[in-house]
T-cell receptor, first 117, second 113 residues
């Protein structure tokens, strides 16, 4: 019963390159969330996706960042033309679909640490 | 706009004593709160949660208290153990499926043997 998987765990890019971060949710989970943690800060919401749909991207920068969760395969967070300020830990979380009820527990992956040189 | 705030960046307690971590929120739309624990270089691990219809939830050594009128919640760990040393994050959310979590800045708990 694998948890949320993310790869790579560490990613080094030079300024201007592209970064691709992958996330496989827990089995049976249909909701995927991406969060970013800058040094010395808490986690900040970026985007929420379901299969083939972006539901809420209000936390994601308007430029250079995009996310997808295709019908088959992992969710991808893509950062184009990276800059030093993109250096952070990027966490993916997943949750099951629940019909009503007060429960929004999200399960987190180990994160991808992006370093931009 | 910091909707969830953890005012203590760090807390140090002796093994066996009680640890109390505090959290304040401003968003009245939050009706579900969660505590996560995080070790270095790992993802946050869910610890305990509470719905706004309750004022207390207990799970083993961990108890979360919610004071809605004060928009304040706290996590009690008793007795504290050295393995509890980690960063603890408080998060608020609307309690419906698919809602984002809004995190505080975290509190580094150190439990001394």
């Amino acid at each position: 019963n694998a948890g949320v998987m993310q790869n790579p765990r560490h990613l080094v890019r030079r300024r201007g390159q592209e970064a691709r971060l992958r996330c496989s949710p827990m089995k049976g989970h249909s909701h995927v969330y991406w969060y970013r943690q800058l040094p010395e800060e808490g986690l900040k919401f970026m985007v929420y996706l379901q299969k083939e749909n972006i539901i809420d991207e209000s936390g994601m920068p308007k430029e250079r960042f995009s996310a997808e969760f295709p019908k088959e395969g992992p969710s991808i967070l893509r950062i184009q033309q990276v800059v030093r300020g993109d250096s952070a830990a990027y966490f993916c979380a997943s949750s099951p679909w629940t019909s009503g009820g007060l429960n929004n527990e999200q399960f987190f992956g180990p994160g991808t640490r992006l370093t931009v040189l | 706009d910091q909707q969830v705030k953890q005012n203590s960046p760090s807390l140090s307690v002796q093994e066996g004593r009680i640890s109390i971590l505090n959290c304040d929120y401003t968003n009245s739309m939050f009706d579900y709160f969660l505590w996560y624990k995080k070790y270095p270089a790992e993802g946050p691990t869910f610890l305990i949660s509470i719905s706004s219809i309750k004022d207390k939830n207990e799970d083993g050594r961990f108890t979360v208290f919610l004071n809605k009128s004060a928009k304040h919640l706290s996590l009690h760990i008793v007795p504290s153990q050295p393995g509890d040393s980690a960063v603890y994050f408080c998060a608020g959310t609307k309690g419906t499926s698919g809602s984002r979590l809004t995190f505080g800045e975290g509190t580094q708990l150190t439990v001394n043997p």
